[in-house]
């Protein structure tokens, strides 16, 4: 499996049906994701939510560019 896809299956695993902060589900990502998440920055991880949020496979609402001030969530 490559790299972003494994980011995006742990972003998904960590995304809740309620709003979440970003940050949070990064963090997450980076902490719970395993030794392949080592080599990672929460940079790297943010941008692929902006992937997942434009595909709309997860919802989102705040500035994406901000971790701290964007939410995201499961589609309803």
């Known amino acids: ?3 972003n ?9 960590f ?3 309620r709003w979440q ?6 963090a997450s990502v980076l902490l719970d994701g395993g030794k392949e998440m080592d080599e990672v920055n ?10 997942l949020a434009s595909e709309g496979r997860i ?3 705040g500035d994406l560019d901000e971790m701290r001030y964007s ?3 499961l589609p309803q």
């Not at 902060?21 to 990064?26: G, I, N």
């Open 15 to 17: 995304t809740a049906d």
């Open 59 to 61: 919802e989102s609402r």
């Open 21 to 26: 902060k970003v940050a949070m589900v990064v």
């Open 1 to 3: 499996m490559e790299l």
């Open 42 to 51: 929460d940079y790297e991880v943010a941008d692929r939510v902006k992937v």
């Open 5 to 13: 896809e494994k980011i995006d299956e742990l972003i998904l695993q």
């Open 71 to 73: 939410e995201i969530r």
